[in-house]
Nanobody, 119 residues
Framework: VQLQASGGGLVQAGGSLRLSCVVR????????MAWYRQAPGKQRELVAI???????NYADSVKGRFTLSRDNAKNTVSLQMDSLKPEDTAVYYC??????????????WGQGTEVTVSS
C-alpha cells in the first residue's frame, strides 16, 4: 500500500493551492484519511481529518480556509487551501488508516509535499 501526494508549491499570501493524495495497492477499506503538516523546527501537526462515517475535523488555525474532501470510490483525499498565510508554510503529509484485510489495519503516510507561502 502506498500513498502518493501531489500539488505542493510556492504561492503568495492570500493565494490557493490544492493538494491531492491517492491510495494505491490492495486494500479492504479506508477508515480515516487526513492531512498533517510539519513546519521547519516544529512538530508534525494534524491539519484536517476525515473519519469514516462522514465527519471532518480541522485544526483551529485552518478552519474556514482549508477544505478536506474525500472520494471513497477513487481512494483519494484532497486538501483545498485558500487564503494561505506565511505560517501555513510546511511539508504536508497525507495519512490514512487502512484495513488491508478484515482483521488487520495499519497507519500509512505519503511522502510529503512542500508548501511555501511568501509574504
Amino acid at each position: 500500500v502506498q500513498l502518493q501526494a501531489s500539488g505542493g508549491g510556492l504561492v503568495q499570501a492570500g493565494g490557493s493551492l490544492r493538494l491531492s493524495c491517492v491510495v494505491r495497492g490492495s486494500i479492504s477499506s479506508i477508515n480515516t484519511m487526513a492531512w498533517y503538516r510539519q513546519a521547519p523546527g516544529k512538530q508534525r501537526e494534524l491539519v484536517a481529518i476525515s473519519i469514516s462515517g462522514g465527519s471532518t475535523n480541522y485544526a483551529d488555525s485552518v478552519k474556514g480556509r482549508f477544505t478536506l474532501s474525500r472520494d471513497n470510490a477513487k481512494n483519494t483525499v484532497s486538501l483545498q487551501m485558500d487564503s494561505l498565510k506565511p505560517e501555513d508554510t510546511a511539508v504536508y503529509y497525507c495519512n490514512a488508516l487502512i484495513s488491508t484485510t478484515a482483521w488487520s489495519s495499519s497507519n500509512y503516510w505519503g511522502q510529503g509535499t512542500e508548501v511555501t507561502v511568501s509574504s
